[in-house]
């Protein structure tokens, strides 16, 4: 088993009153991964699946797992939208701008696809499965 460490800093001297300073970190014992990739996206509509990337396919790994997902897109403007295939109204997970990440545990009951608001957009993704 691969140890894969997480690491969390947020900070700011202007948003509080006072200065923010959190940081939290989590060692993550991982049996194995789907690897690292990068895919465009060419779909830009939830309900176009041509096109869509699947990030994560239910029951890869058991729970629990973490997402790691990247809008490579320098633009802000250009989302990549993570949803729920799985459930019947495939609600939306999370939105990534341009150039912003999540990491993220999963439920591992869900297929989650991802759809880009520009045609090309590229998003780079990675599961890290416990099996715990």
């Known amino acids: 088993m691969a140890t894969v460490t997480s690491k969390l800093t947020l900070s700011s001297t202007d948003l509080l009153s006072q200065t ?3 940081s939290v970190t ?3 014992t991982a049996s194995g991964t789907t690897g690292l990739a ?5 779909s830009i509509a939830k309900g176009t ?3 869509q990337v699947t990030l994560h396919t239910a029951a890869d790994f058991a729970a629990p797992a973490y997402l790691y ?3 490579t897109d320098t633009t802000s403007t250009d989302h990549v939208v993570i949803y729920d ?3 019947t109204d495939e609600p939306i997970i999370l939105l990534l ?6 990491f993220m545990p999963l439920n591992n009951s ?6 880009a608001v520009t045609s090309g957009t590229v998003v780079e993704f990675m599961v890290f499965g416990t099996e715990a």
């Open 20 to 22: 923010l300073n959190l």
């Open 26 to 28: 989590n060692a993550i």
């Open 38 to 42: 990068r895919k465009a996206i060419t």
């Open 49 to 51: 699946p041509a096109g």
């Open 69 to 71: 997902v990247k809008n």
């Open 85 to 87: 295939a799985t459930s």
């Open 97 to 102: 701008k341009g150039g912003e990440f999540a």
């Open 110 to 115: 869900i297929d989650l696809k991802a759809y």
